[in-house]
């Protein structure tokens, strides 16, 4: 599924994060940068030692931002480590700290002028944040950004599972 914005591509697919070939793919990593379960642990794993070594010279990165690492072994160039906050019933600034997350890692991309980025569903496995709220939150922030001045051409949002692909869908449509 894929919508146009201001001649730029807003995709949907449903896979694995780090068989990508865009330029960057985006981490949901954790404020110590430490590795971790879910995507973390799965770009680790594909990506090798290097993306770790790297991490821990950043010394941490807080929530609500986001840190860039070189790639190791994977298609990508650039790993953006973007840490979305623990979902603690939506009162404690969970929902701007989710969009700031995604817009810190465009901010990224448009430093290091990159053409194309890929997202995972960020704070939606470990930290619990609801999927459509966070959808919408991941989908409003994109667009918002591809609306203005950017180098990114395409940005692509990789779902797991169907839930989750689902429920981007109907961000996308809304
Ligand atoms: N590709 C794409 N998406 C994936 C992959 C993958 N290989 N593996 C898991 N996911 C999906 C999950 O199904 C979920 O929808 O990514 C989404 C985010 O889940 P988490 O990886 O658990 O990330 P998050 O909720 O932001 O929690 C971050 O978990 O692993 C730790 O170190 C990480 O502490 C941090 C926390």
Request: a positive charge; one cysteine or more; glycine letters at 12%.
């Amino acid at each position: 599924m894929q919508l146009k914005i201001n001649g730029k591509t807003l995709e949907l697919t449903q896979g694995d994060i780090t068989s990508q070939e865009t330029d960057a793919i985006v981490n949901a990593a954790n404020s110590g940068l430490r590795g971790g379960a879910g995507v973390d642990g799965a770009i680790h794993r594909a990506g090798g030692p290097e993306i770790m070594k790297e991490s821990r010279l950043l010394g941490g990165c807080s929530t609500g931002s986001a840190c860039i690492t070189t790639a190791g072994k994977l298609k990508a160039k650039y790993v953006i480590h973007a840490v979305g906050p623990v979902w603690r019933g939506g009162e404690s600034g969970e929902p701007q700290l989710l969009a700031s997350a995604y817009r810190k890692s465009l901010e990224i991309a448009l430093e290091k002028g990159l053409g194309s980025i890929s997202f995972p569903s960020i704070s939606t496995g470990a930290y619990r944040y609801p999927l459509d709220d966070a959808a919408a939150i991941a989908i409003a922030t994109v667009k918002k950004h591809l609306a203005g001045e950017t180098p990114l051409k395409n940005v692509v949002f990789v779902l797991f599972n169907e839930a989750a692909f689902k429920a981007y869908q109907r961000a996308l449509s809304s």
